[in-house]
């Protein structure tokens, strides 16, 4: 592969922003030079944009199972629309059939996303149905480099895992040095909460909010922190989305223990007043847990400046309002759960957060890259601009704006989130390993560049 030098950019390194060349050689970062000192075959100059380590997005649901069907994107267009958006490693969760082993799981997933996609990828298997040796099971998968698997606390009768279950997979976790992602949500009140709802006549989207309660989270938080403290394990709680979640885990966190949390380009975003109507299009936000209020939004930037969230995650999980989420149109519990988010986590996150003060440039890379892949074991292949590292490189121009809409998107589905927003920054280009896969928010690389990377142990 030729070497590329990209030159006159302000470059967002672990030691913060700075004017270096970067000369990519082979796909990986090959030298960090003094600025106009590089010498390759070709240079690309970055005057003007901002140099970013590739996005690496850690939760997304593709061509996964949900209520009546699948989530509308593939493997293949969902990563087309991740390089569009400046994201070049993903993390897909692999979801367990019932009564499916574990390294079937692995063997499915793996054919599944083999040769579909645009950027670079992993998997984390998600154990949702209970066997006598599955904890045995896991350690198979760790060898194999799926160091991560993931849990429900909530969906009782499909998905949930009980307490026992819970305790056992994060002790299997604590001796394989894996890390257990958990969905914490009280299941069981939840569905009580949202019987009474139902039987109350109370049938439309917009009672999805009153279903699910901050408490319910911040329960769930805090009975994982409280199971995982009796096994040494390191929880990773995904969505997190209220304040009182987040005090627990800032608790935990302050007491030393190896609790770490997420939470999602919506929740910083958007807040619960999409729910104050009797549309049906409010549907389009029946994503779980729900969008909270303002308060609870701005605990998240806090805790994310803070580094009690250490990551921002898309939980991409496309369902189209036609022909999905209105199956649902006479009762909010038959409305698949999930919003589409892959393509617009990282300018979405930039615009809201960076220009607006909220984080600073350093603390954006390392939220939308450096902290996903030290979590899940990519690092320090991907995540950072290091000498060493894959050339993963997003170029996002700050002085310029971008509209989103489901009308210009590339993810799969018939509505996005941010409709007619118009966001600080634009993606300018996009490499995936030296390869150019995005460029103005359009992908434009091979379908079948993603490379499927073995994940480290936690250390
Ligand atoms: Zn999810």
């Known amino acids: 592969m030729t070497s590329f030098v990209i030159t006159n950019g302000t470059v967002v390194t672990e030691d913060g922003p700075i004017d270096t060349d970067i000369l990519v050689d082979d796909g990986v970062i090959a030298r960090l030079a003094p600025p106009g000192s590089a010498r390759a075959e070709s240079v690309i100059d970055a005057s003007g944009l901002v140099v970013l380590p590739g996005g690496v997005d850690v939760h997304t649901h593709m061509d996964s199972p949900s209520g009546l069907g699948h989530t509308t994107d593939t493997h293949q267009t969902g990563t087309r629309a991740a390089a569009a958006g400046g994201t070049t490693t993903i993390i897909d969760f692999a979801p367990q059939s019932k009564g499916e082993p574990l390294p079937a799981l692995y063997e499915r997933w793996s054919e599944k996303m083999y040769g579909q996609c645009a950027v670079d990828y992993s998997f984390h298997a998600t154990i949702s149905s209970w066997y006598p040796s599955i904890t045995t099971d896991m350690a198979s998968l760790v060898n194999d480099g799926i160091s991560s698997f993931k849990v429900y606390m909530a969906y009782k009768g499909a998905v949930m895992v009980d307490d026992r279950q819970l305790f056992e997979v994060l002790r299997a976790s604590a ?122 939004q701005a605990r998240l930037w806090k805790a994310l ?28 519990r038959d409305i698949p759960n999930g919003g589409p988010g892959v393509e617009n986590r990282v300018l979405v996150t930039y615009s809201e957060g960076v220009a607006k003060g909220r984080l600073t440039l350093e603390k954006f890379a390392q939220v939308i890259a450096t902290e996903p892949a030290k979590t899940f074991g990519l690092y320090p292949r991907k995540g950072a601009i290091r000498v060493g590292a894959d050339a993963d490189l997003t170029l996002l121009n700050p002085d310029s704006t971008t509209v989103l809409s489901a009308e210009t998107q590339t993810q799969n589905v018939d509505y996005n989130l941010w409709e007619g927003w118009a966001v600080r920054g634009r993606i300018h280009s996009v490499y995936s390993r030296g390869v150019l896969v995005g460029s103005d928010g359009r992908h434009v690389g091979p379908d079948h560049h993603g490379q499927f990377i073995e994940r480290a142990v936690r250390s």
């Open 175 to 296: 001796s394989q040095g894996s890390r257990i992602c958990i969905h914490a949500e009280n299941g069981d009140v939840i569905d009580a909460i949202s019987q009474q709802l139902v039987d109350e006549g109370k049938t439309l989207p917009r009672y999805h909010k009153l279903a699910r309660p901050s408490a319910t989270e911040a329960e769930a938080v805090n009975r994982a922190i409280m199971i995982a403290r009796l096994t040494d394990s390191a929880p990773y709680f995904v969505h997190l989305s209220t304040e009182e979640a987040v005090d627990r885990v800032q608790e935990a966190r302050a007491e030393g223990l190896p609790v770490s949390a997420e939470t999602c380009t919506h929740y910083l975003s958007l807040d619960d007043s999409v729910y104050d109507s009797d549309d049906f299009d409010v549907a389009k936000y029946v994503l779980t847990p729900p969008l909270r209020t303002r308060r609870d």
């Open 305 to 332: 400046g803070e580094g009690d969230l250490s990551v921002v995650s898309s939980d991409h999980c496309p369902l189209c309002l036609v022909g999905q989420k209105d199956k649902g149109r006479h009762d909010f």
